[in-house]
């Protein structure tokens, strides 16, 4: 999700594939209560001065509010239903004033569940918004989604993006991750259906 979140141009921290050994984890008490194992992990950059509070005097702050409307779009099209009421999946960097989206274990619904069966018939269920749509993050946020078109900025990143873009999201991914090769095409499949469609998830935000 983070290399798609980057070719909609959202605001999402840097982050890379980090390496840990044993020597690492072996010597970090947080890591061993996390129950981290050797290999390869998705990093991201700490935000040193942030606070996971999206309440409204705080939105206030933000200089970035015309990528609320992309964040809630962005959530549809991967189906992520832990960001409409899970507080620590948005993040606001004090220092720069600005939203960033973070954390995307849960996506596709089932979160670390998905598998080409689940997501095949996830699809054939039809296209909806996410569950608790009017959630408490989302009650904030969609006080900015407004004006003529609030989904514009996202919709011309989106309009530029090929089959070819989505793939490059799944390059270098760690052999010791286990993605099997039809699990990997079902996940394209999923995601290129759900943003070949984008439209219909602009008109049920409507």
């Not at 935000?47 to 959530?75: G, V, Y």
């Not at 918004?129 to 009650?139: I, S, T």
Request: with cysteine; hydrophobic share 40%.
């Amino acid at each position: 999700c983070y290399k798609l979140a980057k070719l909609m141009d959202l605001p999402i921290p840097d982050a890379a594939l980090v390496h840990i050994n044993k020597e690492i984890i072996d010597s970090s008490p947080k890591l061993i209560e996390l129950g981290v194992r050797p290999g390869w992990h998705f990093g991201s950059r700490v935000i040193k001065k942030a606070t996971t509070s999206i309440q409204p005097p705080m939105l206030k702050l933000i200089q970035n509010t015309e990528d609320i409307p992309s964040i809630i779009l962005f959530d549809q099209i991967i189906y992520n239903e832990d960001r409409t009421l899970n507080k620590g999946n948005l993040l606001l960097d004090l220092k720069e004033k600005k939203l960033l989206i973070i954390d995307h274990s849960h996506v596709f619904k089932i979160g670390a569940l998905w598998d080409k069966t689940q997501l095949e018939l996830i699809n054939q269920d039809g296209l909806c918004l996410v569950k608790d749509f009017h959630g408490h993050n989302y009650k904030v946020l969609l006080k900015y989604v407004n004006g003529f078109n609030p989904f514009n900025k996202i919709m011309q990143r989106i309009e530029t993006i090929s089959k070819v873009d989505l793939e490059w999201c799944f390059y270098e991914i760690p052999e010791d991750w286990n993605l099997s090769n039809d699990d990997r095409n079902a996940l394209m499949d999923f995601l290129w259906y759900r943003i070949s469609n984008v439209n219909t998830f602009l008109s049920l935000l409507k």
